[in-house]
């Protein structure tokens, strides 16, 4: 699996950490997480490449890639350190449940636990075959920060990640931006 489709995998993870019923809900509207793979080259060097393969696009083409983007509720950010960074409107009703996006695809919520305003979640995913867990921390109503650890198996070999994202509130107003998962803004 290439460390782009992993990150693909993990962000759709990143999103499984749903409900929170015991602390305040989050804000819905414009979010911004900045996500990093600390200690990975190789992930530095694809996320510099796809930059300069966004950069060289006509805009016809740039325009392309954002509608299909938008459709599915995110907005690629300028990222710092080597990171990438996405935009994302979260809605009132995930907001309230602190759902970035909700379970997507071929992944599974097998268990979740709380401890203050830390939730742990581990999950599992046919396609691509993994499994993975991950620790949410709340800060606030307006910010959290998450650790991802995913082993996959591809071709016999055994590939684990790591990712870590940070996430705060930009505004109420999504603009144009619908809501990740086809949540109501």
Known sequence: MTKISTFAALAVATFLCGAAHAQP????GLWQAQTRMPSDPEFDKAMADMRKE??????????????AMGKQGVQLAAGD???????FCMSREQAQRREVTGTQGDCTVTRQSRS???????????????????????????????????????????DK??????????????????SIAGGTK
């Open 25 to 28: 809900a989050l804000k819905p």
């Open 54 to 67: 966004i950069a060289s696009m006509s805009p016809e083409e740039r325009k392309q890639m954002e509608a």
């Open 81 to 87: 350190k080597g990171g990438a960074a996405s935009r």
């Open 116 to 158: 203050g305003s830390t939730y742990s979640t581990s999950f599992a995913c046919t396609n691509p075959r993994s499994t993975g867990e991950s620790v949410v921390t709340y800060q606030s109503a307006e910010a959290y920060t998450a650790r991802f650890t995913m082993v996959s198996e591809q071709g016999g070999k055994k």
């Open 161 to 178: 990640t790591v990712m870590e994202s940070q996430a705060r509130w930009i505004g109420s107003d999504c603009g144009s931006l619908k």
